[in-house]
């Protein structure tokens, strides 16, 4: 049952967090079983074999649902299958008008798997609403966009999109794993539907891979359940708990990646070695008033320019508090090479194209102490 008109900690230690019935445990139970029995032919407790639900991924859907404001959500093996499953509810000939400056691996899941099968993609700079509009055409079904983008940290103005896309019949979908439901909520802007990669700040401590979409229509919802049904890509019961127990934390952890996020987009922007920062939080940033608009933080994602893949290389070698690979929304601080990890498939000229150079470093700021995290940059950068 939903705690209803409560604030955001409150639903996410409670929606779809009940004590369990039967015993009273106040942590949702793994429930590890693959089938369920059957009173007699026809006649069950709502559960029939595992592919299709399970009640610890039941618990965590009506949480995701309960965080975004939406009216159903759905959980996969992981943020790239939850995006497939998204494409998947299209058909040969339709189109989708996607942001240009996406993770790496959904313009190679498009490009290189979906084109195949006859859906066509369209890659434009949705921070410019009006290419949104331009790039709709008569079968476009669908528009993708990230708000802030990975790694560049380009915002789309959400709600403008909304209009357009309401306008035009298409349906909007927003990637929200960057700021996560505690600091952006994309449903009330007027998307369709949300996606996240639950490995990051939902699960918050590297320990299991997952995505969800979260919905606002019935049709979305019988689309996804089916797909889950048929193509099985779901999540299994104990990383749904991992996220239900990360989840819990989510508003605190938020809070503190956040204010670690500013301190150290502070620290890097007056750096000496450092040539330029991305981090909507910054007043340079060029869409500073539009962060501020629709977000209520600026989270703890930063990029910012070394110079060249030398200096990139010479600083990463040197961190020590700062883990060196992919991934990001931990405990822990990330730090990655977006060129030769999370955006390698688009090739040198795919990234310089939409300006991912050889010298950009990614960062996922944690929530480790700040100063810790300030003293490591400082001596790693000193190695250029």
Request: glycine share 8%.
């Amino acid at each position: 049952m939903k705690i209803t008109k409560a604030g955001f900690a409150t639903r996410a230690i409670h929606d779809g967090q009940e004590p369990e019935p039967a015993t009273g445990a106040v942590a949702v139970p793994i429930y590890a079983t693959s089938t369920y029995v059957q009173q007699e032919i026809g006649k069950h407790k709502g559960y029939e074999y595992a592919r299709v639900s399970n009640p610890t991924r039941t618990r965590l859907e009506e949480n995701m649902a309960s965080l975004e404001g939406g009216s159903s959500a759905h959980v996969f093996a992981s943020g790239m299958a939850a995006i497939n499953a998204i494409a998947s509810m299209y058909k040969a000939g339709d189109h989708i008008v996607c942001g240009d400056n996406l993770y790496g691996g959904v313009p190679r899941l498009f490009n290189q798997v979906l084109a195949n099968f006859g859906l066509e993609f369209s890659y434009i700079d949705t921070s410019k609403p009006d290419n949104v509009e331009r790039a709709i055409c008569r079968n476009t079904r669908l528009v993708y966009i990230e708000s802030p983008t990975n790694p560049l940290m380009a915002l789309t103005d959400i709600a403008a999109v909304a209009r357009i896309c309401r306008k035009k019949d298409v349906e909007l979908v927003v990637d929200n794993t960057f700021m996560s439901p505690y600091f952006q909520q994309p449903i009330a802007l007027g998307a369709d539907m949300v996606v996240h990669s639950t490995t990051k700040f939902l699960n918050g401590h590297s320990d299991g891979l997952g995505g969800v979409v979260v919905c606002t229509k019935p049709a979305q919802a019988e689309k996804l359940q089916f797909l889950q049904k048929a193509a099985g890509a779901i999540l299994s019961p104990f990383e749904c708990w991992l996220v239900l127990r990360g989840v819990k934390t989510l508003a605190i952890r938020m809070e503190q990646h956040d204010r670690n996020g500013r301190e150290i987009a502070e620290f890097l922007s007056v750096h000496k070695k450092v040539k330029k920062v991305f981090y909507p939080g910054l007043r340079s940033h060029p869409q500073y008033a539009l962060a501020k608009r629709q977000m209520s933080g600026f989270g703890s994602m930063i990029a910012f320019e070394t110079g060249s893949l030398a200096n990139a290389k010479k600083m990463l070698k040197r961190v020590r508090v700062c883990s060196l690979g992919e991934s990001l929304g931990g405990v822990e601080t990330l730090i990655s090479h977006p060129a030769t990890m999370t955006h390698a498939a688009l090739g040198r000229q795919g990234r310089l194209a939409i300006g991912i150079t050889d010298g950009l470093v990614r960062i996922s700021v944690g929530i480790e102490n700040v100063e810790d995290i300030r003293n490591d940059l400082e001596q790693a950068l000193a190695a250029i």
